[in-house]
């Protein structure tokens, strides 16, 4: 999402750098290095090289001259005539010329040059170099310079037919030497190696390794500032093939000149507006994702993961991706408010793995909450968070695997599912789920560093391992309170499940200890009578609830008779009445009246009578009462129930 702007900053100016000298290779020529090369009209490439002059057999060979040039100029010098920083360069190329008729005609040029054209009527004697009107002349006229590889003696100037010459505006040498006296022969049709090299003071060429030529030579007296480089060649009545097979050249970068200085401007205003075109995105690009954070979406994740401390693994996106065979929907265990559930295996354990929704914006709090909150927490009754991955957009959490599932399926009982088919959980199973939901609730509220309210117990929450031990789970509402003198987490949304909730939670608008305690409640009457919690969705319909209908059969001293058929045979009835008891306790309308956890744990153990709770459910009130000393049992309570100081005024 951040990319960095770095790599940028460094490819620009080394782009620059690139296109202010000179360097290429051809092994060989293709069509496609015609892209790469001025040719004129008789020269193309075919067989793999340049033909300079056509190869064609007939007449259309005859009286021809063309040119082969690389199509970027190469800058040669800088500074004044005679006093300039001329550049250097080495090439190497690969000449074959062949199929001479004799006594054959008329040569090959390595040419260094301002003008690209070839010159009319440089066919013949002139080799594609000069004309007779350019011949000799200054070098604003003709201003070339070349090698020549001349294979006809066509003037008296010539040494031979088979010569190497250095030319300057002129078809005549500066100076020349006969290839015969090395021992190779241009025109026998064998490869030349030709290896020249300028070091801005002398011109050397080697033939096939052999130093042939050394002449000291000032380019800047004789050529323009930037020039072409490459090869001409002609023929006359006498005709062969001109080629050049392979190319390799290197110049040295001189920079620009003072003349250019605006160049440099330019360059470096395009970069400072690049630079800064970048740098203004980045920074916008920062605030957006500040901005994205207030607004709940998915910006400093690993940040706000960072600053808690917590332990579980990052992962890469990468590894949950394959863990889960590409979120196969085969590897689906369910589907939730904020995502699906995949199950997973990673080192060869199975693990389940959360994908947040990417729609769901609530999701990134949820995340963040739930990495945060049960990351750092160990207890046996916690679902173990493993790990958690934020990449591509992608919020993902991974758990230990539950292979039983939630406990809503073993309690509930969907149409299709008979009763007995959708339960198989007997007394002691329900009871040890219940002391295991107690357990881990009590520690989240009593037990770690911070009090953690869950604010969303229920049956799906509660998942079960393979020897049915409860473990909660799903802290995506999980809130911690830093001091654990705050009994609650203040907040002004309304979280949790219908049916579960408090009934003050509508005016307080808020989660406490207590409302954790009531929904535990609902939780305990549900997983006893294997009934789900109704459809309390509001204050108003709060007496359709799980707990209004329990509290009749309590009220007609029949409460048993509520407990789940299903586990008939072997309950324990007076242990069932008191857990029973226990539940319509947590769900007192007034949350003054509601046991603590330690409380609930002693009851379950045994250790403590259920608190006593009114034969009448008692109706809502609000704001609720502190027990007065005549009707409270202080010993059930514990220190923990802090009374509502702060909710005064309200
Ligand atoms: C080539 O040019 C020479 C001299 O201009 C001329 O005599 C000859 O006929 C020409 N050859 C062809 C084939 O055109
Ligand atoms: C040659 O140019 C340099 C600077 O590039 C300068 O210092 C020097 O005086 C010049 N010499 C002549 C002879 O012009
Ligand atoms: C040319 O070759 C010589 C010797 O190999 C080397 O020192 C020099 O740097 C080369 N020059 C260029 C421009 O490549
Ligand atoms: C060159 O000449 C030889 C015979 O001398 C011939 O076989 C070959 O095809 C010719 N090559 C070209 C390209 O004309
Ligand atoms: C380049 O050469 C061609 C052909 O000789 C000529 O017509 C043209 O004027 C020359 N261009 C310059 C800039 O000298
Ligand atoms: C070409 O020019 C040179 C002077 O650079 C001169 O000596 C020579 O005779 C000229 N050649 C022809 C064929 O005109
Ligand atoms: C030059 O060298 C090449 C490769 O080493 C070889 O094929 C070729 O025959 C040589 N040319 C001459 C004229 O000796
Ligand atoms: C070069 O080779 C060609 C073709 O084999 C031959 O006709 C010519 O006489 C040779 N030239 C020299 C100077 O050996
Ligand atoms: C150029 O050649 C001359 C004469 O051979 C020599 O004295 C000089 O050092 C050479 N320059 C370089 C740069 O090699």
Known sequence: MRSSPLPYFLILPLFLIQVSCLDFNFPNFQREAENHLILSPNSYIVSGAIQVTPDHNGASMANM?????????FRLWKGSEGNATIASFNTTFVLNIQNRTSPGGEGL????????????NSQGRWLGIVNSDTNGTSDSEAGILAVEFDTRKSDDGDLDGNHIGLNINSINSVSQVSLSDFGFNISRGLDLWVYLQYDGENLTVRVNDTLVLSEPVDLSLYLPEEVFVGFSASTSDEIQLNCVKSWWFSGTDIGEDGNLWWVWVVISAAVLTVLTVVLVCYLYHRRGTIDDDMEGGRGNIEDEIKRSGSGPKKFRFKELKQATANFSRKNKLGKGGFGTVYKGSWRNKDVAIKRVSKKSNQGKQEFVAEVTTIGNLNHKNLVKLIGWCYERRELLLVYEYMPNGSLDKFIFCNEKASREECSTLNWEQRLTIIQGVAQALDYLHNGCQKRVLHRDIKAS????????????????LARTIQEKEKTHHSTVEIAGTPGYMAPETFLISRATIETDVYSFGVLVLEVVCGRNPGNQSEQKNYNNSIVNWLWEFYKNGKITAAVDSRMEAELVEKEAERVLVLGLACCHPNPHYRPCMRSVLQVLSGEADPPEVPKERPSFVWPAMPPSFTHMDYSLRGTQLTPFTDLTGR
């Open 65 to 73: 001259s063309g040119r082969a040039l690389y199509n970027k100029r």
């Open 461 to 476: 929450n509660i998942m079960l391992d393979s020897e049915y031990v409860a473990k909660l789970g799903d802290f995506g």
């Open 109 to 120: 040029a390595f040419i260094i040059t301002g003008n690209s054209s070839v010159p009319d």
